[in-house]
T-cell receptor
Framework: SQTIHQWPATLVQPVGSPLSLECTVE??????LYWYRQAAGRGLQLLFY??????ISSEVPQNLSASRPQDRQFILSSKKLLLSDSGFYLC??????????FGPGTRLTVT | KQEVTQIPAALSVPEGENLVLNCSFT??????LQWFRQDPGKGLTSLLL?????REQTSGRLNASLDKSSGRSTLYIAASQPGDSATYLC???????????FGAGTRLAVHP
């Protein structure tokens, strides 16, 4: 069966520091991968999606970037964090039937 | 603009009640609609996926319906239990890369 992992689970970072969040999927090949952010009191917002290695599409302009160095690895990064980057970051993958499955999430607090 | 509205925003009921959660969307050309459950501080758990060609899907005590023409979906929870307490999110797929548009969710509390 397929499993999706995210780490770290929680992170507290000062403004201006770099960020790297990792997502890996097991049990499937060449999945479509997604990064979402859930800000306090708001719905989920799609940040990036990837259909393959090195293929990244951005949904909204922001202080973040994404990379996919391996088939089942998706990384969310920032060179300098802003207070507004705080939130709950969720990685997801898409199954063949178009159902999306989500990871456990990373809670990021920028201080 | 593509939007999803979920009503009610919050719901508190005694154990054993049958519940209906509502979801309305603005795009009638959706590919599918998915219902999720989110426990506090956790990721999303997929509950049901309804393809655009389907009218409903069932899983255990859960039944979800889809009416594309009216832009509505409902999630029916039978015989609610305290373990059903969570936030329920609906999202529809729009576009070829499977982008999901989410509602803000319905926060459900089932008390013994």
């Amino acid at each position: 069966s397929q499993t999706i992992h995210q780490w770290p689970a929680t992170l507290v970072q000062p403004v201006g520091s770099p960020l790297s969040l990792e997502c890996t999927v097991e049990g499937t090949s060449n999945p479509n991968l997604y990064w979402y952010r859930q800000a306090a009191g708001r719905g989920l917002q799609l940040l990036f999606y990837s259909v393959g290695i090195g293929q990244i599409s951005s949904e909204v302009p922001q202080n973040l970037s994404a990379s996919r160095p391996q088939d089942r690895q998706f990384i969310l990064s920032s060179k300098k964090l802003l207070l507004s980057d705080s939130g709950f970051y969720l990685c997801a993958w898409r199954a063949d039937g178009y159902e999306q499955y989500f990871g456990p999430g990373t809670r990021l607090t920028v201080t | 603009k593509q939007e999803v509205t979920q009503i009610p925003a919050a719901l508190s009921v005694p154990e054993g009640e049958n519940l209906v959660l509502n979801c309305s969307f603005t795009d009638s050309a959706i590919y599918n609609l998915q219902w999720f459950r989110q426990d506090p501080g956790k990721g999303l758990t997929s509950l049901l996926l309804i393809q655009s060609s389907q009218r409903e899907q069932t899983s255990g005590r859960l039944n979800a319906s889809l009416d594309k023409s009216s832009g509505r979906s409902t999630l029916y929870i039978a015989a609610s239990q305290p373990g059903d307490s969570a936030t329920y999110l609906c999202a529809f797929r729009s576009g070829g890369y499977n982008k999901l548009i989410f509602g803000a969710g319905t926060r459900l509390a089932v008390h013994p």
